[in-house]
């Protein structure tokens, strides 16, 4: 993508089912787990580079040992930093006691990190906070084990200030608003009731505090904590906890925005952001690992009893289109087949923008993450080529030589990497000029292969914000001289923001956005976006249910090619030479390419929960306003 965006995140939880001597026996090392989570984080490492965080849990401990165990970084490389100090701890501790090295009880008493229960975490921090303070497993301790708390998640929270209100209202006084610790200490405050109601129970039952101990662990309801906690939540999240004394969940929300996929067997239990990290690290087929359905949890009682429990009532399915074009890893076998229709399924506006001349265009893509939907295009490309071959054969047959027909059979699709990314330029100089001069330089290009009478056609898997393609693609390729650039997006135009944890907060960093404001100027229209302003600030006090998305009629009096043309003048300088044409997957395609993952309100401005709509509205009026402000 040549317009990067950030993502909150990736979750990796692993419980271990069997004895650590088990795993020892079988895999050579008690540290089987610790191995595992490390390579789950890190073939995850493409949902965050911000920071990360790993978890463990000790069962069965006695009192006075250390049983919780927590490290966190937001290094340059937050994953190999925080299993750099694990394997440290680990060999120090083996070094100065020799005798635990082949002692699996005494490695679990005397070393931290080895345990049964795992929770990771790889964040990006799409509030422009980094600090040690803001990267997950968020940890929320208390002496009673039961109400030792662990938290991460892939999420965001559309109505924080109302979560943090009701936390207020429950009595408590949070000590800050981020959703992370709001979410955290709602899930506490009814974790800790449930543990005192059952205490409570139990003592007039005759059992004493140190009898009650296990006893609650046993009985603790987590659905029900869990049901009780969300009750008020709005936005999309993939939620992962872990509680002191063993017992672990993961949340999906109910519209199944964030994803989430679970793999079980006999001697793990493993929940991670996307199928095949777990396919990978645990060696297991597609069909093994199975989706979270939405609104559902994941629990594993301490005693290893695994249980899928409806803790809200599923939503219309929306999950995030987006993890499909972009986020997740492009060697799940679903995503792999749909983004390679992504590329197919637009290449008949490409034909014709190129008037269907395949022998004089060169078809590439901008690295590296469109590199799959390119195959797809060029699949659908080389369909019309051999096409053309057979109609130029039929046509000719009265007349048709050997020398003739190997020339039309010797006409090659032309594919070649044009674009080629240098560096991750660091921006180190303020002065305009300067920095967009450095800017331009991100991308260079292959000489040679491109000639002034050619179609380049170059795939990209959304723009954004364009500004990457302005600053220094087109500009780029446009030294090569062909005599038109064609821009392909296998997303639709990004039209709204995103309030579900993708870093798109302000209407006006969108291309979109901004052009079809530049079409309403050329059609005096533009008093539209003051009565698209009141209307939204009519709404400013109303409940989220009643809220609707007025900054759609911003689009409404164009079409969907008159944006595409308005956006390729905005991406073009004065002095590109080439006919630059911007083309865009349509929504109806979208869909037909990715029919599971129907989350599309980005393009559209159909947001799945009532939060969606408060958040572009607002977004809208700090646009207005010339507010800086995020939307949520």
């Not at 190999?80 to 635990?100: G, M, S, T, V, W």
């Not at 004065?574 to 390419?593: F, G, P, R, S, W």
């Not at 408060?614 to 507010?627: D, I, L, Q, T």
């Amino acid at each position: 993508m040549s317009d990067a965006l950030k993502h909150e995140c990736g979750i990796a939880h692993i419980r271990l089912l069997k004895p650590l001597d088990y795993y020892k026996k079988k895999y050579g090392t008690a540290f089987y787990g610790v191995n595992k989570m490390y390579l789950m984080m890190e073939k995850q490492h493409n949902r965050g580079q911000d920071g990360a965080g790993f978890a463990s849990i000790k069962l069965n401990t006695i009192p006075g040992e250390r049983y919780i165990s927590r490290v966190r970084s937001n290094q340059a490389q937050p994953i190999q930093d925080i299993f750099a100090q694990i394997n440290q701890r680990i060999n120090d501790e083996i070094k100065a006691n020799p005798e635990l090295a082949d002692d699996t009880e005494l490695q679990k008493r005397h070393i931290p990190y080895l345990g049964e229960v795992f929770l990771g975490h790889v964040r990006y921090g799409t509030f422009g906070k980094n600090s040690i303070e803001s990267v997950h497993p968020f940890l929320r301790q208390n002496n009673w084990m039961h109400r030792n708390l662990i938290v991460a998640g892939n999420f965001n929270m559309t109505n924080v200030n109302k979560l943090f209100n009701n936390l207020v209202e429950l009595g408590q006084h949070p000590k800050e608003r981020a959703d992370t610790v709001t979410v955290m200490e709602k899930i506490g405050h009814f974790l800790d009731s449930e543990v005192r109601k059952l205490y409570k129970k139990l003592k007039k039952e005759g059992y004493s505090k140190v009898e009650a101990s296990p006893v609650i662990a046993e009985q603790l309801n987590v659905a029900k904590i869990l049901k009780k906690s969300s009750k008020n939540w709005d936005g999309g999240y993939a939620m992962a906890g872990l509680i002191g004394h063993g017992d672990s969940f993961v949340l999906r929300d109910p519209a199944g925005i964030r994803p989430a996929y679970y793999y079980k067997d006999d001697e793990v239990v493993v929940v991670a952001s996307e199928r095949p990290v777990i396919q990978t690290v645990f060696n297991v087929d597609f069909d093994d690992v199975h989706e979270l359905p939405p609104g559902n949890a994941i629990i594993t009682k301490k005693n290893g009893q695994v249980s899928i429990q409806e803790i809200i009532e599923p939503l219309e399915r929306k999950a995030c289109s987006f993890e499909r074009i972009y986020f997740s890893r492009g060697s799940d076998a679903e995503i792999y087949e749909e983004r390679k229709m992504l590329g197919r399924l637009l290449m008949p506006d490409v034909l014709k923008s190129i008037d269907h001349d395949t022998l004089k265009t060169v078809f590439s893509f901008i690295p590296n993450t469109a590199e799959t939907s390119f195959y797809g295009m060029v699949e659908a490309a080389q369909d019309e080529l051999n096409k053309q071959k057979n109609e130029a054969i039929l046509e000719e047959k009265e007349t048709l030589t050997d020398a003739r027909l190997q020339e039309i059979l010797s006409h090659r699709l032309r594919t070649e990497k044009i674009a080629i990314k240098d560096v991750k330029l660091r921006t180190f100089i303020t002065e305009d000029s300067s920095r967009d001069d450095l800017v331009a330089h991100v991308y260079d290009v292959t000489y040679g292969v491109v000639k002034p009478e050619d179609n380049l056609v170059i795939i990209d898997d959304s723009i954004v914000r364009g500004t990457t393609l302005k600053k220094s693609i087109i500009k780029m390729m446009d030294r090569l001289k062909p005599k038109k650039i064609v821009v392909v997006s296998s997303a639709p135009q990004i039209r709204y923001p995103d309030c579900y944890g993708i870093d798109m907060a302000r209407l006006e960093d969108l291309v979109a956005f901004r052009a079809a404001l530049e079409l309403l100027k050329d059609n005096n229209k533009y008093d539209l976006v003051e009565k698209v302003y009141d209307k939204c600030k009519v709404q400013v006090d109303l409940d989220d249910k009643e809220v609707q998305n007025f900054v759609k009629e911003i689009y409404e009096p164009f079409t969907n090619e008159e944006i595409s043309d308005k956006i390729s003048e905005l991406l073009c300088d004065k002095d590109v030479n080439a006919d630059v044409k911007v083309i865009y997957q349509t929504v109806e395609n979208l869909h037909k390419a990715c029919p599971k993952n129907l989350g599309d309100w980005y393009f559209t401005g159909d947001y799945p929960t009532a939060g969606g709509n408060r958040v572009v509205n607002r977004a809208f009026m700090n646009f207005f306003e010339g507010k800086k402000d995020r939307a949520y």
